[in-house]
Nanobody, 124 residues
Framework: QVQLVESGGGLVQAGGSLRLSCVASGRAFGTYGMAWFRQAAGKGREFVSGISGRVGSTYYVDSVKGRFTISRDNAKNTVYLQMNSLKPEDTAVYYC?????????????????WGKGCLVTVSS
């Protein structure tokens, strides 16, 4: 069983930055593909970014490329999402997800463990 706890959300003006953190329990963190998803009000949950286990390959949805950076610190069991140049359309609840293998879970159905989410609000 893996528990995920997100932090770092909040209110920021457009153009600003936030860094989300997700701390995971368990000894096998380094072998898990990790991802960030988001869900805006009235919309479905969408994949934002992911990082594979071991090698650390990264993936981004087109709308955040060049603005968001995902990284992981396996010694701290933590995955980060650095969000720069934030836009009002980035407003959503952001969820951390862990897959059961080194592969990045790019769909919700492939996430084995979810965090409870943290709210990011970007004002115009």
């Amino acid at each position: 069983q893996v528990q995920l706890v997100e932090s770092g959300g909040g209110l920021v003006q457009a153009g600003g930055s936030l860094r989300l953190s997700c701390v995971a329990s368990g000894r096998a963190f380094g072998t898990y593909g990790m991802a960030w998803f988001r869900q805006a009000a009235g919309k479905g949950r969408e994949f934002v970014s992911g990082i594979s286990g071991r090698v650390g390959s990264t993936y981004y949805v087109d709308s955040v490329k060049g603005r968001f950076t995902i990284s992981r610190d396996n010694a701290k069991n933590t995955v980060y999402l650095q969000m720069n140049s934030l836009k009002p359309e980035d407003t959503a609840v952001y969820y951390c997800g862990a897959g059961g293998t080194i592969v990045v879970p790019t769909a919700g159905s492939r996430v084995a463990y979810w965090g409870k989410g943290c709210l990011v609000t970007v004002s115009s």
